[in-house]
């Protein structure tokens, strides 16, 4: 890809005579940058695709670490945009893995021709407003430079990852990876003694995948998370040929269901039925496939201490049946948090892992890792030996893809200190004070099964411009009461889910980054129709929420 024009705008210079390099300037070509170059092509706009790695993907591309796959049904995942491409894409299970997904990616972005406008391996390290041109200035990491009237975030609430602050983490001789920054070439597992730290969603794919071919398998585990059985399997030609068939309608569903996926809640309370039928809907959910447990349970799990003890309680007697060593399996049971009150870890045969003769766990709240040696890990109890080292260990979530890009709005306002004390937006799409910037999934917009809620909000910002094309309008901001407005709503929704009581990246917690460590509501937890009725609204009325000039 030819590297981006090196100008420079005069800071005279008026939006109608700015000469800029691109109409809009994309960062990240994961799911959201894609679908977003796609549909502003049907508007004759130049677009430029800034992506740091090699291909596009996204989080499919980064995380490519052994076991890595959908814990949402593969077909309510993929895109919806193109009957055709529905049609033409078969997946070969009911969750897929990665390199599946990866595929995936590479065969929308063949089909709908989109590299011609990504620019690989470009990494962007500022993003500054030109209030006089109205225009963006984006310098890449290797200093090259482009301008664009308009700026998307495409960047990902979970691309950021990082690593334990642990004493002596870089002088490890032997091999160790992040699972987001997983070798693209095969490693070798097979007698080696490996190290797992975390046990999030990601550890648990990690661990179970992991086992039978290693050595043996230390697993370091700070707090135990609440994990329920993904029932993955293959689809079969008729399934395949149902899946098809019946597409219009699981995305009818999803457009209907609270967080867009095939599950929703059940409109009963914990205690509305009785014991025997409470304990026969959770047998039922426990033996399904996917989300169900979590997304499809009684509606007042996550907000009832009571209810949500119900479920966390059949859940422990599940982990207690299929761990043999009942110390162990304790070690494995939450007692700091209810079941759901985290993204819940869906797992294949993951607790079975440790009735293996080459599998140990350790808990770090007992013996605490004092520092990584040239060896292996150190707890306060005892030195272990390793030849890999896997940090599990999560991301900088929701908003630290966006602190690693030094992002200036108007009178060059730092995005940084404007959300010193958590996000503030509009819609999850907007910050006042950063015009002509739209966020894809970035902070307070309704997550869920992302790909649904990456169209909704390509779609929705791609009629934006498409509006201001019309109106010849080169300047789009939110206003701060509308961020006020939109950032007190999102609040006020989080009170009472029980997930808000709860440290995770969903609350913006990461002991291993500097200054969060303090909960905030980084996601909107309404309903998913609910955030696009109010959106639909927004543009229904000519976007007046808006200023517009
Ligand atoms: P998560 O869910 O944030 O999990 C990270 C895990 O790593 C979790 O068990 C952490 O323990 C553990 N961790 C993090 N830092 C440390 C240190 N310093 N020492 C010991 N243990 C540590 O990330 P995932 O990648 O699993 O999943 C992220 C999302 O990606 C997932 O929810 C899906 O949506 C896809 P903690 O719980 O903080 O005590």
């Given amino acids: 890809m030819a590297a981006p024009r090196q100008e420079q705008i005069s800071p005279q210079i008026s939006p109608e005579t700015a000469v800029l390099d691109y109409d809009v300037i994309i960062i990240g070509a994961g799911l959201s940058g894609m679908y ?241 039928e409470r304990e026969a809907f959770y047998e039922k959910l426990y033996g399904e496939r996917g989300f169900g447990i979590w997304q499809g349970n009684f509606r007042d799990i996550l907000i009832d201490r009571t209810a949500n003890a119900t479920i966390s309680d059949f859940v422990a007697r599940k982990i207690r049946e299929r761990v043999k060593d009942p110390a162990v399996a304790e070690m494995l049971i939450p007692k700091n948090h209810g079941f759901g009150t985290r993204r819940l870890p869906l797992e294949t045969f993951y607790y079975e892992v440790y009735n293996r003769d080459n599998v140990g766990l350790v808990d770090l709240n007992e013996t605490p890792i004092e520092r990584i040696t040239q060896e292996g890990i150190r707890t306060s109890d005892k030195d272990y030996p390793f030849d890999i080292i896997i940090y599990a260990t999560g991301f900088d979530a929701i908003t630290g893809s966006f602190d690693r890009i030094d992002f200036r709005g108007s009178s060059g306002a730092l995005l940084k200190d404007k959300w010193q004390h958590g996000p503030e937006t509009y819609l999850g799409l907007m910050v006042d004070g950063f015009p002509n910037m739209m966020m894809l999934m970035g902070p307070h917009t309704a997550l869920g099964n992302i790909p649904r809620s990456i169209e909704y909000s390509v779609d929705w910002v791609t009629g934006l411009l498409r509006f201001a094309q019309a109106k010849g309008l080169t300047l789009l901001d939110a206003t701060p009461e509308g961020t006020a407005g939109w950032t007190d709503h999102v609040k006020a929704l989080g009170v009472g889910l029980l997930s808000n009581e709860v440290n995770s990246w969903m609350t913006g917690i990461n002991t291993n980054v500097e200054g969060k460590q303090r909960r905030i509501v980084a996601r909107y937890s309404g309903s998913a129709p609910a955030y696009r009725a109010k959106c639909d609204e927004v543009a229904a009325k000519g976007y007046d929420e808006l200023r517009l000039a």
């Fill in 36 to 276: 977003q170059l796609h549909r502003l092509r049907e508007l004759g706009l130049t677009v430029r695709v800034f992506e740091t790695g090699t291909d596009v993907g996204g989080t499919w591309y980064w995380n490519r670490y052994p076991g890595a796959r959908f814990d949402s049904e593969s077909y309510s995942y993929g895109y919806s945009f193109s009957k055709e491409l529905l049609q033409e894409w078969e997946w070969s299970e009911h969750f897929a893995g990665q390199p599946e997904t990866l595929r995936y990616c590479r065969y929308v972005a063949d089909k709908f021709d989109l590299r011609r406008d990504i620019a690989f391996e470009c990494r962007v390290a500022s993003a500054i407003y030109q209030d006089e041109a109205r225009s963006w200035a984006i310098t890449l990491a290797s200093g090259a430079r482009a301008t664009c009237r308009f700026l998307i975030t495409a960047i990902g609430p979970l691309s950021t990852p990082t690593l334990p602050r642990i004493e002596g983490r870089d002088s490890f001789r032997g091999q160790s990876f992040h699972t987001a920054r997983w070798p693209k070439q095969k490693v070798d597992f097979a007698g080696k003694r490996v190290a797992v730290i975390g046990t999030g969603a990601t550890g648990i794919q990690t661990i179970q995948t992991i086992a039978g071919e290693v050595g043996h398998l230390t697993v370091f585990q700070r707090t135990a998370n609440w994990a329920a059985p993904l029932h993955n399997g293959k689809i079969d030609a008729e399934t395949q040929a149902a899946i098809k068939a019946g597409y219009p309608e699981m995305f009818r569903r999803c457009q209907e269901t609270f967080a867009c996926f095939v599950h929703t809640p059940d409109p009963r309370g914990a205690f509305e039925v009785s014991d025997e």
